[in-house]
């Protein structure tokens, strides 16, 4: 077969298909993946049983006619069709050539690509949920159609993860896609305590590093490449898992709730408590002096009763705090006290000299950061997780997307690294409660102005932004320096709110004090006003009488006329009087100067 012949027809494409002769097959295989996207085309090579032929042929071969092949498998199935050559061989097939590491790069992209078109499968309607992986013909669809491959190559998600740093742009787009479909999957099927146990191992193997390292680089403007919507993607469902999070409520009934609250009280290092003795009856002073104890037999251990407000809770019953927060709340609570064991355990340390109410609560603070960084990345503004993956956001095979400086600001690095964030923002608002002598009814006003550092600092990041860069700007933010951008926001909502209303009053008042300085200076002019004046003696033969003669000095007096066309004036030699009824009047200054003749 020629590569410019005409299309060949759909038999002789299936003896080539079936040939021994490798040359052959490839070429076959190679006309394959542009026909197949032709449905007409398609639905004749699937009546000739060509996906019979196309599995064996995935089965068996190596090289450029394996990487064909899948590329035709892959152009049936987005398709919609042809699922019965995909069973557990052909994904076994899938999961081993990408988690290889030796295979050509065409190979793997096309595997890649076959296994997020079986994850990211939706059953028929008619199928029924419940049988979405009993038969034969919907066994390949979600995460547990490919667990047993993985179950197989148990290095395959390491393998999965460390593609997002390949030089190969298109490879890193279908091994997001398949990070993405594997979260989707387990999210929407996993069971609430399967989801977060996948998420975790995904996290372990630095899939947030991966990503981050795609949002900051070039690639990720490119509004054309699959890699940025698989990105956005990514991003998309990182919102999703942390509104999860915050809806899941904690409970005192879940295990892995009470051993997170048991985690952040050993990490503070508290000291034992020594419960109080029982004492002997009758005994005991109204002054406050305490008996010898006696030790309380078969008595059970109690509890400090301020195990809990010692951390930073309202109440000695923490878990209805995390109302707001749900299990989010707690996690970001546990992570902060694992990622500073010795500055928390030395906080409370601290606050154990300070009187109570100037102690900082850090479990409060920790929950209001929480939400602070939940507001500002509008995580509520994601649609819920059916929504989000019925709507098309998050579904699929993900493709280009439209508009690079879009795409460039819609692209946000630095959510993926809530821990950090959470981190550096609730050491902020310990330290501008130290530096501002704050107590516990300044606790709202410590947390707005969190709230705008959050939102200059991090909001004035761009996507190329190192966390470390913002840390360090947390880190160093002044008190003063926060409450000026508080005043400046303050400044800001006066004007949205008030611009239009202030703008007509200043205007209006420029005018009325313009008009009102004007009638007080005719009435100044209409009473007169005197002004001493000096008149130098004039010159003789050339000689400056001046030298020998002093000048005189004079007063003259001014007046404006009733009708405000004149001025009228006088020279006098001393002022007749200082009390204004007393003044000249305007038939005694016979010096008149129109004001028409004032051109300045």
């Not at 028929?124 to 179950?151: N, Q, S």
Request: net charge negative; proline share 5%.
């Amino acid at each position: 077969m020629d590569a410019n012949d005409d299309p060949p027809s759909v038999s002789s494409l299936l003896l080539s298909l079936t040939s021994d002769s490798d040359p052959t097959q490839k070429l076959a295989v190679f006309r394959l993946q542009t026909l197949l996207h032709d449905p007409s085309f398609a639905d004749a090579f699937l009546q000739a049983q060509g996906a019979r032929a196309l599995r064996a042929c995935i089965i068996d071969s190596q090289g450029n006619t394996l990487a064909y092949a899948l590329g035709s498998l892959n152009a049936l199935l987005e398709l919609g069709v042809g699922w019965e050559a995909v069973d557990s061989n052909v994904i076994g097939r899938a999961v081993e050539l990408a988690a290889g590491g030796g295979g050509l790069v065409n190979i793997v992209r096309n595997a890649l690509t076959l296994l997020v078109l079986v994850v990211s499968r939706v059953p028929d309607e008619d199928e029924g949920e419940e049988r979405v992986y009993e038969t034969a013909a919907t066994a390949a669809t979600g995460f547990r159609a490919i667990k047993p491959a993985l179950d197989a190559h148990p290095e395959f998600l390491k393998s999965l993860v460390g593609r997002l740093s390949a030089s190969d742009h298109t490879l890193c787009a279908n091994a997001l896609q398949l990070v993405n479909a594997l979260m989707r999957d387990a999210v929407l099927y996993g069971g609430e305590s399967e989801w977060p146990k996948f998420i975790k191992r995904l996290q372990d193997l630095g899939v947030i590093g991966g990503v981050g390292m795609l949002m900051r680089g070039e690639a990720a403007g490119d509004s054309s490449s699959p890699l940025a919507g698989a990105i956005l993607e990514f991003q998309g469902l990182t919102k999703v898992l942390l509104r999860k999070w915050r809806s899941v409520g904690v409970s005192p009934e879940v295990v892995e709730h009470k051993r997170a609250l048991k985690t952040v009280h050993l990490l503070s290092r508290p000291e034992r408590f020594a419960a109080p003795a029982e004492r002997p009856q009758g005994e005991g002073g109204a002054n406050g002096d305490e008996p010898p104890a006696v030790p309380r037999k078969n008595s059970r251990k109690q509890h400090h009763p301020s195990k809990w407000r010692r951390l930073g809770f309202e109440t000695e019953s923490p878990f209805w705090e995390f109302d707001e927060t749900g299990y989010l709340g707690i996690m970001d609570l546990v992570d902060y006290a694992r990622r500073n064991e010795s500055a928390y355990h030395r906080l409370f340390l601290e606050q154990a000299a300070q009187p109570v109410e100037q102690r900082c609560p850090l479990a409060r603070a920790s929950l209001g950061v929480t939400l602070v960084l939940y507001e500002h990345f509008e995580i509520d503004e994601t649609a819920d997780v059916e929504n989000f993956f019925s709507s098309g956001t998050g579904g699929g095979h993900a493709r280009g997307v439209s508009g690079g400086a879009v795409v460039g600001r819609a692209l946000k690095p630095l959510l993926l690294q809530w821990g950090r964030l959470h981190t550096a923002a609730l050491n902020a608002f310990l330290r501008l409660w130290k530096l501002s002598g704050a107590e516990a009814e300044d606790f709202y006003k410590i947390e707005e102005l969190v709230r705008i550092i959050v939102e200059r600092i991090i909001g004035g990041a761009d996507r190329k932004t190192e966390v470390g860069k913002i840390e360090e700007e947390f880190r160093t933010v002044s008190l003063e320096t926060a409450r000026a951008w508080q005043m400046e926001g303050l400044e800001e909502v006066y004007q949205d709110a008030w611009g239009l209303h202030l703008e007509a009053v200043r205007e209006q008042l420029y005018h009325e004090s313009l008009q009102f300085m004007r009638e007080q200076r005719i009435r100044c002019l209409l009473e007169g006003s005197w002004f001493p004046t000096t008149i130098s003696p004039p010159t003789q033969n050339g000689v400056d009488a001046g030298a020998v003669q002093p000048p005189s000095s004079t007063y003259r007096f001014v007046r404006l006329h009733p009708n405000r066309r004149t001025l009228h004036y006088s020279d006098f030699t001393s002022p007749i009087s200082t009390d204004p009824s007393q003044y000249p009047e305007i038939e005694a200054l016979p010096q008149i100067l129109e004001l028409s003749a004032i051109t300045s």
